[in-house]
Antibody, heavy 119, light 109 residues
Framework: QVQLVESGGGVVQPGRSLTLSCAAS????????MHWVRQAPGKGLEWVAI????????YYADSVKGRFTISRDNSKNMLYLQMNSLRAEDTAVYYC????????????WGQGTMVIVSP | EIVLTQSPGTLSLSPGERVTLSCRAS???????LAWYQQKPGQAPRLLIY???SRAAGTPDRFSGSGSGTDFTLTISRLEPEDLAVYYC??????????FGPGTKVDIK
């Protein structure tokens, strides 16, 4: 079945780096744009980044621009989010999500991975 | 950047009641690429509506979306106990960032 599984979350000190991974299965990964979305504890959803199906374009939220890098390996059906210079306000559940077959929506979501930035 | 505002912030209704949730954009959403998601406690979000008014696969027909331009609505025709959730709108306008609204929490009396 169509599935996204995130991994790589954990507790990290401010200023350090962490890389999240998202394993995709059950669909043709290399034809879909992919996104990262995060949710701070008790808060709403925040769109973080998008990468085009072929990796040719990447866009970021202002809150993470210059610190986070989205990437993908279509040969491995994997999506990544490299997070540098982490701050306390980056503490959140991070979801990877797939563009829906219909335009303008995220049709498939992973279960999320928790990142805690704390001294 | 398009800013989305949702109202009300929270509402508490009884099963069987009609629910109307609002999502307003700071500027027109291109192609009405406005999506609605449902997030139940402890779960990932789930797509309900795309293109402002098209139901995603598996969305019960008591959920409907409407609107265009800057004003959009999600309606639940008859509230069910399992509809307890937070509902978010998201816009996929002409360019990123693809912002979310702050959400509306639906409580069941």
């Amino acid at each position: 079945q169509v599935q996204l599984v995130e991994s790589g979350g954990g507790v990290v000190q401010p200023g350090r780096s962490l890389t999240l991974s998202c394993a995709a299965s059950g669909f043709t990964f290399n034809i879909y744009g992919m996104h990262w979305v995060r949710q701070a504890p008790g808060k709403g959803l925040e769109w973080v980044a998008i990468i085009w199906y072929d990796g040719s374009n990447k866009y970021y939220a202002d809150s993470v621009k210059g610190r986070f890098t989205i990437s993908r390996d279509n040969s491995k059906n994997m999506l990544y989010l490299q997070m540098n210079s982490l701050r306390a306000e980056d503490t959140a559940v991070y979801y990877c999500a797939r563009k829906d077959a219909a335009p303008g929506a995220l049709g498939i979501w992973g279960q999320g991975t928790m990142v805690i930035v704390s001294p | 950047e398009i800013v989305l505002t949702q109202s009300p912030g929270t509402l508490s209704l009884s099963p069987g009641e009609r629910v109307t949730l609002s999502c307003r954009a700071s500027q027109s959403v291109s192609n009405n690429y406005l999506a609605w998601y449902q997030q139940k406690p402890g779960q990932a979000p789930r797509l309900l509506i795309y293109g402002a008014s098209s139901r995603a696969a598996g969305t019960p027909d008591r959920f409907s979306g409407s609107g265009s331009g800057t004003d959009f609505t999600l309606t639940i025709s008859r509230l069910e106990p399992e509809d307890l959730a937070v509902y978010y709108c998201q816009q996929f306008g002409s360019s990123p960032p693809f912002t979310f609204g702050p959400g509306t929490k639906v409580d069941i009396k």
